[in-house]
C-alpha cells in the first residue's frame, strides 16, 4: 500500500458511492494529502489547544498523516446562497458527507490493515470541546499542517478545491510518504493583502472579521438553525450548519490564489 493507491481508492469509492446509495451526486472529486507524523504536528498544540491530540495520541506507531477532501457541487453550494439562514438540501448534504466520510475511513482502514498496517480515525464531526468550542482532533488544521490547503479570513480551509466541502483524517504505521497539494503560503485573499472580505460580509451574525472568528456567535447561530430547519426534518443533532461563509465566494470552488 502506497499513497498513490490509497488515493485512487478514495477518488473510486466516492466516484461510486452514490450510485451504491441510491443518493443524488453531489459531490466533485475527492483530494486527499499525506505527511510523515513528525515534529510539525507538534505545533498543533500551539495553533490550536495546549490538549490538541497527537498523531501518536491516535496511533502509538504512527507513522503517517493522511487528510481528505469531499468538495460539494456547485449546484449544492447555489442552493445555499442567499438569504440568512441555510437551505435544507445544505444541512441535508452536510449530514450525508459526514456519512461518506466515516464510510470512506472506514474502507480506508481496512485496506491499510489488509496490507499487515495500521490504522486510527476520528469522527468526520463533533470530535471537539463543546464548552471551548475548540476540536481536539482538527481535520483543517491537520490539513493546513500538511498541504492539502491553508486557512481563510472565514477559519476554513482553502483547497485547490475550494473550501466548500467536508473532511476526514487517519493515521496510519504505513510510510506513506509526504504529498502536499499546496505550498503557498497563503490561499485567501484578504489574508495575501488583496481586496476581498466577501466571507466577513455574508456572515449573518458577524461573527468574522479580519481579526479572526466570534466562535460563541458562530456556534449559537448554528444550534439555532438546527433547532429552527434541521431537527423539524429529522437531521442528527451533529447537523451544525450555516455556511454562508463557504458559498458564494472567490474561494468557495477554486483557490483564487495560484497554488505554488
Request: aromatic fraction near 6%; glycine fraction near 8%.
Amino acid at each position: 500500500m502506497n499513497f498513490d493507491n490509497l488515493s485512487q481508492l478514495l477518488t473510486d469509492y466516492v466516484s461510486a458511492y452514490p450510485t451504491r446509495r441510491n443518493q443524488i451526486a453531489i459531490w466533485r472529486p475527492p483530494l486527499m494529502a499525506c505527511a510523515p507524523a513528525d515534529d510539525r504536528f507538534l505545533r498543533l498544540k500551539e495553533i490550536t489547544v495546549p490538549d490538541h491530540a497527537l498523531p501518536r495520541d491516535l496511533l502509538h506507531e504512527a507513522k503517517s498523516v493522511v487528510v481528505w477532501f469531499i468538495p460539494f457541487k456547485r449546484h449544492i453550494q447555489r442552493d445555499n446562497a442567499g438569504g440568512r439562514r441555510p437551505a435544507l438540501s445544505w444541512g441535508r448534504a452536510y449530514a450525508s458527507t459526514n456519512e461518506l466520510i466515516d464510510h470512506i475511513g472506514a474502507a480506508l482502514k481496512a485496506a491499510i490493515e489488509n496490507c499487515g498496517g495500521k490504522a486510527a480515525l476520528t469522527p468526520a464531526t463533533h470530535n471537539f470541546d463543546k464548552k471551548r468550542l475548540v476540536s481536539l482532533w482538527s481535520h483543517k488544521h491537520l490539513g493546513h499542517l500538511i498541504g492539502l490547503g491553508r486557512y481563510g479570513t472565514h477559519c476554513q480551509l482553502i483547497t485547490p478545491a475550494g473550501c466548500s466541502g467536508r473532511m476526514g483524517s487517519l493515521v496510519t504505521d504505513l510510510h506513506l510518504g509526504d504529498h502536499p497539494l499546496v505550498t503557498a503560503d497563503e490561499l485567501c485573499l484578504q489574508k495575501a493583502g488583496k481586496t476581498c472580505g466577501k466571507c466577513i460580509q455574508a456572515c449573518p451574525v458577524s461573527a468574522l472579521s479580519a481579526d479572526g472568528l466570534d466562535r460563541a456567535a458562530c456556534f449559537s447561530r448554528l444550534r439555532e438553525n438546527y433547532h429552527l430547519l434541521m431537527a423539524p426534518d429529522g437531521l442528527p443533532d451533529t447537523t451544525d450548519v450555516c455556511a454562508k461563509c463557504q458559498v458564494g465566494m472567490p474561494c468557495s470552488l477554486k483557490s483564487p490564489i495560484q497554488i505554488g
